[in-house]
């Protein structure tokens, strides 16, 4: 039995592959993710009070389907509308009395509105980051509460945008 060996004089030569100049080697960052667009949940309360509705459809959006249940979507959106229903009646109470004394007042009576919507919008903002740390993030979706122009008017309205986040090939070497 004979068993061919290389030189030994070349075994720890190291040789460089010629590299044509056509080739464009470029990293995974630069590569476009594709992201489906995010899907927009307006307001569909009767009440809106500088832009935030006083609720939002709990219908399931199809766009949503394989990527979360209905039932956890549904309670998502129940805990937003819970939170709206909690304070966006002392805003309308506001409102009215800061519209009936504004004369007066020299519209500084509308502060307090201002205030308590600011108040509402970052108390439904840390609602929506909860939820996303606590399930979403898992899933692949990011949730949050967006300033967007009305479609009907140029007025801005604020929607929650439910966004798709990149997938990152992890089982790729390095």
Not at 48 to 72: C, R
Request: include cysteine; glycine fraction near 4%; charge should be neutral.
């Amino acid at each position: 039995m004979s068993v061919l060996l290389p030189n030994m004089a070349d075994f720890d030569t190291i040789y460089e592959l010629e590299d044509e100049e056509d080739e464009h080697v470029v990293s995974e960052e630069h590569l476009p993710r594709y992201c489906p667009e995010p899907v927009v949940m307006r307001g569909a309360g009767h009440i809106t009070v500088f832009g935030l509705s006083n609720k939002f459809d709990t219908e399931f959006p199809s766009v949503l389907t394989g990527k979360v249940a209905p039932e956890e979507f549904k309670t998502s959106i129940s805990r937003v509308n819970a939170c709206l229903k909690k304070n966006l009646p002392v805003n309308v109470k506001w409102l009215l009395c800061g519209c009936l004394c504004c004369c007066c007042t020299v519209g500084c009576s509308l502060w307090p509105v201002i205030c308590l919507n600011k108040r509402t919008r970052r108390s439904i903002q840390k609602l929506l980051e909860w939820e996303n740390n606590r399930l979403y993030h898992k899933l692949g979706l990011h949730w949050k509460l967006s300033k967007r122009k009305c479609e009907s008017s140029n007025m801005m309205e604020y929607v929650i945008l439910i966004e798709f986040l990149p997938k990152y090939p992890i089982f790729r070497p390095d």
